[in-house]
């Protein structure tokens, strides 16, 4: 069964930094592309970033671009992604997601259960 | 960015209702198109990908259909536990977007 655990979640000030970890298992992670997708409070869905599965191709969202960095380490199967410069629209539950390709973002299945970040002084 | 438009935003149905949610797409994405459904407090779950195909364990009475920039997400029969907002994603591109999502709310 594929498990994907988020951790690294919390309150940070504006201007801070956080790093969001993201524990897979059951399944060859090196092979799948993963997602970092993100959802404020009351608010739909965003996608944020995304990964091959061998770290080779990156992709992130304007609103997060120069100051997100998505990464992986495939030996410890482990999605991260640093957060740098917080605002408070970046105040969200954040998922990670497995996605069904190996290259560029496509369909996310499935998903973990989330870490809430809020940023606030 | 390509703009996915869903409506309507939310709708209320009674148990056993046909129901039909419509994505648009602000350019034409072929059928690089996925469907969601999230429950309160839950992550979303994959319904259907590339506009129709229905993914193992997903009841028959979900179904997809559409391609380019028009795409619909039908529940035959509505039941309780499809109370839950649906969304829509593209992936033609490498920097996919969701529409806004549709809360199907119990009448």
């Known amino acids: 069964e594929v498990q994907l655990l988020e951790s690294g979640g919390g309150l940070a000030q504006p201007g801070g930094s956080l790093r969001l970890s993201c524990a897979a298992s059951g399944f060859t992670f090196s092979t799948y592309a993963m997602n970092w997708v993100r959802q404020a409070p009351g608010k739909g869905l965003e996608w944020v970033s995304g990964i091959s599965g061998s770290g080779g191709s990156i992709y992130y ?14 030996s410890k199967n482990t999605l991260y992604l640093q957060m740098n410069s917080l605002r408070a629209e970046d105040t969200a539950l954040y998922f990670c997601a497995k996605d069904h390709g190996s290259v560029v973002p ?7 259960r989330g870490t809430l970040v809020t940023v606030s002084s | 960015d390509i703009q996915m438009t869903q409506s309507p935003s939310s709708l209320s149905a009674s148990v ?3 129901v039909t949610i419509t994505c648009r797409a602000s350019q034409s994405i072929s059928t690089y198109l996925n469907w969601y459904q999230q429950k ?11 506009a129709s195909t229905l993914q ?39 920097t996919v977007t969701f529409g806004q999502g549709t809360k199907v709310e119990i009448k």
């Open chain 1, 61 to 74: 969202a304007d609103s997060v671009k120069g100051r997100f960095t998505i990464s992986r380490d495939n």
């Open chain 1, 106 to 112: 496509t369909t996310f299945d499935p998903w973990g």
């Open chain 2, 16 to 18: 056993g209702d046909r």
């Open chain 2, 40 to 50: 309160p407090g839950k992550a979303p779950n994959l319904l259907i990908d590339a």
């Open chain 2, 56 to 94: 193992s364990g997903v009841p028959s009475r979900f179904s997809g259909s559409g391609s380019g920039t028009d795409f619909t997400l039908t529940i035959s029969s509505l039941q309780p536990e499809d109370f839950a907002t649906y969304y829509c994603q593209q992936s033609y591109t490498n």
